[in-house]
């Protein structure tokens, strides 16, 4: 590792409570060296997909061997297992509930999980509610600190990996889709991505989607201000993935789009 090692902390514990205070101040009694970084801890409370679609999109921004901390944890104090995943140049840290799903699905070239079990690289006096504190972020800051993986326990093969809604081509020239992720904006981001929307339309630079969710059509703009009123519009946002937006409003008040809601594009 490198002399100032970089955790990231994705939690659904908000910031009314001392929960990440306290994770980040167990981090460094371990190692003072280690640069705390917070990616989100606005999760809905207990939404693993929520959780799994916030690191996908974030973790490639960091730095090799950056240590991704999520602690969305519903089934705490339960048998589900604490885990170590490493993956190319990252490694990452939670509950085996699913919540590293999309880590599992993306492309890499090297993938192995671990079942933490090594009880001497907790806490002492482990509780059944606070993993984040007695579990995922001591076993982050003994991993920051060089030691090996393997050190932690061992692999598994039978980690939870939740099915990821797919896009589906329901028709030669149609994409069936659905939301996936509503952003604080109330944008409402769809598991259609650019790539796929591009190669429906084989090539034709002049052919023109048509977008539509809950029998309304959202009209396609490069970007927000380019919409001239409150109607329901999309674009390719900055993950490479079909959203849709109502410039300085949120599609999701002011048109009911929710988690789950079906979205097709349609090219003539």
């Given at each position: 590792?490198?002399?100032?090692?970089?955790?990231?902390?994705?939690?659904?514990?908000?910031?009314?409570?001392?929960?990440?205070?306290?994770?980040?101040?167990?981090?460094?009694?371990?190692?003072?060296?280690?640069?705390?970084?917070?990616?989100?801890?606005?999760?809905?409370?207990?939404?693993?997909?929520?959780?799994?679609?916030?690191?996908?999109?974030?973790?490639?921004?960091?730095?090799?061997?950056?240590?991704?901390?999520?602690?969305?944890?519903?089934?705490?104090?339960?048998?589900?297992?604490?885990?170590?995943?490493?993956?190319?140049?990252?490694?990452?840290?939670?509950?085996?509930?699913?919540?590293?799903?999309?880590?599992?699905?993306?492309?890499?070239?090297?993938?192995?999980?671990?079942?933490?079990?090594?009880?001497?690289?907790?806490?002492?006096?482990?509780?059944s509610t606070f993993h984040g504190r007695d579990v995922f972020a001591p076993v982050a800051a003994w991993l920051s600190k060089g030691i090996?993986?393997?050190?932690?326990?061992?692999?598994?093969?039978?980690?939870?990996?939740?099915?990821?809604?797919?896009?589906?081509?329901?028709?030669?020239?149609?994409?069936?889709?659905?939301?996936?992720?509503?952003?604080?904006?109330?944008?409402?981001?769809?598991?259609?991505?650019?790539?796929?929307?591009?190669?429906?339309?084989?090539?034709?630079?002049?052919?023109?989607?048509?977008?539509?969710?809950?029998?309304?059509?959202?009209?396609?703009?490069?970007?927000?201000?380019?919409?001239?009123?409150?109607?329901?519009?999309?674009?390719?946002?900055?993950?490479?993935?079909?959203?849709?937006?109502?410039?300085?409003?949120?599609?999701?008040?002011?048109?009911?789009?929710?988690?789950?809601?079906?979205?097709?594009?349609?090219?003539?």
């Amino acid at each position: 590792m490198e002399h100032s090692p970089i955790i990231t902390l994705t939690s659904d514990f908000g910031y009314r409570d001392p929960f990440v205070g306290i994770m980040k101040g167990v981090i460094l009694s371990i190692n003072p060296f280690a640069n705390i970084i917070d990616i989100a801890h606005g999760i809905s409370h207990q939404n693993i997909m929520e959780a799994a679609f916030a690191i996908e999109t974030s973790f490639a921004s960091f730095p090799h061997k950056t240590i991704h901390v999520v602690v969305v944890d519903p089934g705490v104090g339960s048998v589900r297992r604490p885990i170590l995943v490493a993956m190319d140049y990252h490694y990452f840290i939670g509950p085996d509930n699913g919540v590293f799903s999309r880590i599992y699905n993306s492309r890499h070239e090297s993938l192995s999980v671990i079942h933490i079990t090594a009880g001497h690289y907790f806490l002492p006096g482990r509780s059944s509610t606070f993993h984040g504190r007695d579990v995922f972020a001591p076993v982050a800051a003994w991993l920051s600190k060089g030691i090996n993986v393997m050190n932690f326990g061992n692999p598994i093969t039978d980690y939870v990996n939740i099915r990821l809604p797919v896009p589906v081509m329901s028709k030669e020239n149609t994409i069936e889709g659905e939301v996936i992720y509503v952003d604080i904006f109330g944008n409402a981001i769809t598991n259609i991505q650019a790539q796929k929307m591009e190669e429906l339309s084989r090539g034709n630079q002049e052919a023109i989607p048509k977008i539509m969710v809950k029998g309304r059509e959202a009209p396609v703009k490069k970007y927000y201000s380019q919409a001239g009123d409150k109607s329901l519009y999309s674009l390719i946002n900055s993950f490479g993935y079909l959203e849709l937006f109502v410039r300085n409003s949120s599609a999701s008040s002011d048109f009911g789009i929710t988690v789950g809601d079906k979205v097709s594009v349609l090219f003539t």
